[in-house]
């Protein structure tokens, strides 16, 4: 699958959490975040990810996004190499909509305040 990104993807350290609002039913560690979007993991069924917005948030309090716009763009079964679950692991990547000035900036903040380990 050819990558699709415009902009420099940064890894996260999985610190970070991604929830797919307004139900929350979808929620993981969020693994590579750009300006334009973002993938994180989630155990789950084969439904399709539908909500109106994601949010990014630590679990320590430290950081909270606020709700985000999104597209998804993909929503596929992934496959752990040392997995002994019987659940079922998914890659989700979103697209962000037309972000605020406040957002963009709160996303440009978190990728440079460390939350990020290095281009994906």
């Known amino acids: 699958m050819e990558d699709q990104r415009k902009q420099r ?15 929350f039913d979808k929620v993981g560690p969020l693994k590579d975040l ?4 973002l993938a994180f993991h989630y155990i789950g069924s084969d439904t399709a990810t539908d909500g109106s917005y994601v949010v990014i948030f ?5 950081y909270y996004s606020g709700e985000i716009p999104f597209e998804t763009m993909s929503d596929v079964e992934t496959v752990e190499e040392e997995s002994f679950s019987y659940l079922t692991t998914w890659r989700c990547c979103v697209k962000f909509g037309e972000l605020t000035l406040q957002q ?13 380990v290095g281009e994906a």
Do not use: M, N, Y
């Open 58 to 62: 630590l679990p320590d309090g430290d």
């Open 34 to 37: 750009s300006i334009a979007g």
């Open 104 to 116: 963009k900036a709160q996303i440009e903040q978190f990728i440079q305040d460390h939350h990020t």
């Open 9 to 23: 993807a940064f890894r996260s350290p999985t610190r970070a959490f991604v929830a797919i609002g307004p139900s």
